[in-house]
């Protein structure tokens, strides 16, 4: 069972950057397709980021391209999640998925297979 662990979240003021990092078990990390998700309180979970397998690819929601960078380091199963530029309306909870079994780009939470149990991050005015 692949298991999943966010960390980095924070309180940040608006305009701050932060970086969350996912560590991943298992032994097919490198070949998974993996995403970032947030849900705020009273919405649903939406979609953020992904990067395929091979780290060649990527994908963003518009609002927030051009101030999260997603990445990954394939060598020690972790994904990271760059935040610059904060806004209020960026705060949420932040959850990593992944799925073994695809090796592309999934923008859909419904497509992803494991989940980790989230990180907050706060960004105040």
């Known amino acids: 069972q692949v298991q999943l662990v966010e960390s980095g979240g924070g309180l940040v003021q608006a305009g701050g950057s932060l970086r969350l990092s996912c560590a991943a078990s298992?032994?097919?990390?490198?070949?998974?397709?993996m995403g970032w998700f947030r849900q705020a309180p009273g919405k649903e979970r939406e979609f953020v980021a992904a990067?395929?397998?091979?780290?060649?690819?990527?994908a963003y929601a518009d609002s927030v391209k051009g101030r999260f960078t997603i990445s990954r380091d394939n060598t020690v199963n972790t994904v990271h999640l760059q935040l610059n530029s904060l806004r209020p309306e960026d705060t949420a909870i932040y959850y990593c998925a992944a799925d073994p079994g695809y090796s592309g780009i999934h923008t859909s939470a419904t497509q992803y297979k494991y989940w980790g149990q989230g990180t907050q991050v706060t960004v105040s005015s």
């Open positions: 298992g032994r097919t990390f490198s070949s998974s397709a």
């Open positions: 990067i395929n397998a091979r780290n060649s690819r990527t």
